[in-house]
């Protein structure tokens, strides 16, 4: 009976940490566009390809300063750039698409408590240890399903960014989207961005005010690999 139990449990523990894992891994980029042939009036910031970001190096993955989306969330993204540009704004990238490898690279330097070299300028109220534990990091993002865009206004008047009242990729309250500590004004920008992902088939994320995710995401279950080239 000891024996047999101890195979259930086994096998318990092994189905369980199957279900941690990723569906699919994939490499094949033919169900993707770049941004930019999609919706040409966009800006791209991409911020994992340069050194201003919350690791502080460039990201595993990123080859180019390019972004990349499933076909079916970059046609909804520029249902909303036609939306926005009608109100002078255009959309300003931050992240779309992001390889595995990428994500790994975060895990990573999550776990080294000795790099705290952005600390002050991203997470100055929390300890690395607790990235996990608060969801700022995942070991599976829904960037690498390809149908999540980081983003926010730039003001075609102005030539500037729209103030949202905070930095993207702040850890902390401050970037929830219906954070009450800021102005009336940076709240109403936030609230721009959102309704017009809204009404254009996003869903956001309670957390980022700059994150969406297609509703009906083509690869709800695959996770790819190919880098950002």
Sequence with gaps: ??????????????????????????????????????????????????????????????????????????????????????LGYRLKIYDAYRPQCAVDHFVRWSKDPSDTLTKRYFYPMLDKPVLFEQEYIYEKSGHTR?????????????????????????????????????????????????EAMLRHGFKPLDSEWWHFTLKDEPYPDTYFTFPVY
């Design 1 to 86: 009976m000891k024996r047999i139990a101890f195979i259930l449990a086994a096998t318990a523990l092994f189905c369980l940490n199957s279900c941690r894992l990723p569906v699919n891994l994939l490499e094949d980029s033919s169900g993707f566009v770049a941004i930019t042939d999609v919706v040409p009036d966009v800006i791209l910031e991409i911020r994992y390809f340069g050194t201003y970001n919350f690791v502080g190096t460039r990201i595993d993955g990123y080859k180019a300063p390019t972004a990349w989306l499933t076909r079916e969330a970059a046609d909804s993204l520029k249902a909303v750039s036609d939306d926005v540009m009608k």
């Design 146 to 194: 390809g149908s999540t865009v980081d983003l926010t206004l730039f003001d075609m008047t102005t030539e500037k960014e729209v103030d949202m009242g905070g930095t993207f990729d702040w850890f902390g309250e401050e970037s929830h989207p219906d954070y009450t500590g800021i102005t009336s004004e940076q709240f109403a920008n936030r609230m721009i961005l959102r």
